[in-house]
């Protein structure tokens, strides 16, 4: 009992700090979340759901909404489809395997407002690399500045994720995979399994738990990406790539609607709290 107490005590200043940190500025957010607050105002009055039913009108917000949940969605299916694909084939031992393991990561490492400035560089219309491309293949017609274009902008923001997020993917379902025995390969082997059979009875089932820890992880992230929209296209052109975190972002610091920003981050956080529950109840750690 003693060692008990003790480890409680240890852990204490930790629960203080993200207690005062993260926990707090929480409750807070979410008290606003039933209130008029703006930082312009000197009066905060309680309104019940009154922001809530506001949103209910709100174009721009189900427009946010639905361009967050389609992003995720596609992101993390590509991601780690992709993902996927590049830990099979860095775990193939082939000679300068190791050198492109490291290599690999290069663009996770990378800073987002560098990624961002370099695809803004790629996408210019004279002399970017997906416009001189464009123009090698015979449609040079179609050249633009592709964050500005209304067909082109999400596309390029999903560029952009899995072009940075990829890597993460192939590292870490690879490190799952080194984690299965050999000797389960073997077996199949013996028993005439080939090699689609061995992935999809052995290697997928031995990668599970990881997956669901990647895929949780990254849903929660890309769901709340702000940096990617707000340094490339700002929401736009025509709200075509606003999201959640942009517009919540715009609410607060544009309108100074405090309270309204808030009761929009209060639906976010319970749209991610049901994602993962529902998620993880039906993905639980294989029993050994």
Do not use: C
Not at 92 to 112: C, N, Y
Not at 262 to 287: C, D, W
Request: proline share 4%.
């Amino acid at each position: 009992m003693g060692k008990t107490w003790t480890g409680y005590l240890l852990f204490l200043p930790t629960i203080l700090v993200l207690g005062i940190l993260i926990l707090l500025p929480i409750i807070e957010a979410m008290g606003w979340a039933f209130t008029d607050f703006n930082v312009l105002k000197d009066v905060t009055k309680y309104i019940g759901l009154g922001n809530f039913a506001a949103m209910n009108k709100d174009a721009t917000f189900w427009t946010a909404l639905f361009n967050s949940l389609l992003l995720t969605t596609v992101v993390i299916l590509l991601q780690y489809i992709l993902g996927l694909g590049l830990a099979v084939t860095l775990k193939q031992k082939v000679p300068g395997i190791g050198i492109f393991r490291s290599v690999v990561m290069a663009s996770w490492v990378i800073p987002v407002i560098s990624t961002v400035i370099m695809f803004r560089f790629m996408s210019q219309p004279d002399y970017g690399f997906f416009n001189i491309l464009l123009e090698k293949i015979g449609l040079g017609k179609y050249a633009t500045y592709w964050f500005g274009s209304l067909a082109g902008a999400l596309p390029m923001i999903i560029i952009m994720h899995l072009w940075r997020n990829i890597p993460f993917y192939g590292i870490g379902l690879l490190a799952a995979m080194q984690a299965i025995p050999n000797d389960y390969y073997e077996a199949a082997e013996i028993d005439g399994a080939s090699a689609w059979q061995k992935f999809l009875y052995i290697t997928f089932p031995g990668v599970r738990y990881m997956s669901m820890v990647i895929i949780t992880i990254h849903v929660i992230w890309t769901f709340n990406n702000f940096d990617f929209i707000f340094l490339s296209t700002g929401g736009g052109p025509v709200n075509v790539t606003q999201v959640l975190p942009v517009y919540i972002y715009i609410q607060s610091w544009h309108h100074f609607a405090m309270g309204y920003a808030s009761a929009i981050g209060l639906v976010m956080l319970l749209i991610l709290l049901v994602f993962s529950f529902i998620y993880m109840r039906f993905n639980k750690e294989p029993e050994v």
